[in-house]
């Protein structure tokens, strides 16, 4: 095992339409696109995408969709350790104009413990929160064992508070500073005060704002996509932890910032394509966004 992403899995459909009926209506949609989903499942992907072949926790059911899902994870390497579910869980995806509309059919009733695993190899875990109990434990025994810890801060959950003392990078969202009632350099004191080393607040098109140590806070503009190129932005983010935590496998040595710098080019190739595969980047395709795409001008 060189790295452990712990979440939700979810089969994602996500389609092109203009309007999202209601009532007794019908719509046509233009395209769509059938992959995997979740945070840190989406994450794990674009891991092993960029080389590195994780390992994944996350809730399995006994049914079709999660023998898809499983001949998913088999195409690029990434061994599945699965927590019992009654169903799987889907999400249906609208994007449009730079946005998108999620409805979520979601089963996190699991019915047996997180299974233990042997973290020996382990260099880096992920975590996107929505299994408490076993992000928890395998952060603490990974803190233990100096093993790099990474979360993904969509949402405040229900052991946040607790997880974020075991957090070597935190990035969070706006999302999760207004459930905190704080700005975004509040939301960073707060991070700092749980003893994240390193700590970042995502901010869309305005790109990132993120501390490492006792350094003051950094801006990091997004890369300008134009509006014309923006297909789907739905994935982007998990697709940014993913790829820092590639960036951190290949070089343990290297700056946050250069690995914060490659995962955003990760982002700026994802938001050109619909659905989470398609929107993986390799490291060509990294290179090319990077050559392609200047700073965002505030």
Request: charged share 20%; hydrophobic share 40%; glycine share 10%.
């Amino acid at each position: 095992m060189r790295a452990l992403f712990i979440g939700q899995s979810y089969i994602d459909i996500t389609f092109l339409a203009d309007v999202l009926p209601t009532g007794d209506e019908k719509a046509i949609a233009h395209d769509y696109s059938v992959s995997f989903g979740g945070n840190a499942v989406t994450a794990a992907f674009a891991c092993a995408k960029l080389g590195a072949r994780p390992d994944l926790l996350c809730s399995l059911a006994d049914d079709w969709l999660a023998r898809m899902f499983l001949d998913m994870a088999a195409r690029y390497g990434i061994s599945v350790h699965g927590r019992k579910v009654r169903e799987s869980s889907l999400s249906f995806i609208m994007p449009k104009d730079g946005k998108r509309a999620i409805v979520r059919c979601r089963d996190n009733d699991f019915l047996h413990p997180f299974p233990p695993l042997t973290l020996t190899g382990c260099q880096a875990l992920h975590l996107d929160g929505h299994m408490p109990d076993a992000a928890l434990h395998y952060a603490k025994a990974c803190r233990d064992a100096g093993i790099l810890t990474s979360l993904d801060g969509g949402a405040v959950r229900e052991n946040t508070s607790e997880l974020l003392g075991f957090i070597d990078v935190a990035i969070v969202s706006e999302r999760f500073c207004e459930q905190l009632n704080l700005s975004v350099p509040a939301t960073l004191d707060y991070l700092k005060a749980k003893g994240c080393p390193v700590g970042g607040v995502t901010v869309g098109e305005r790109g990132m704002y993120w501390y490492e140590g006792k350094g003051g806070v950094q801006h990091m503009p997004s890369l300008a996509v134009p509006k014309d190129k923006v297909v789907d932005t739905n994935g982007a983010g998990d697709t940014f932890h993913g790829a820092y935590v590639a960036s951190y496998l290949s070089n343990r040595t290297g700056a946050w910032t250069e690995h914060f710098h490659f995962a955003r080019a990760a982002s700026a190739h994802a938001v050109q394509h619909l659905g989470n595969e398609a929107s993986l980047p390799d490291r060509a395709d990294i290179a090319a966004a990077i050559a392609t795409f200047p700073e965002r001008q505030a």
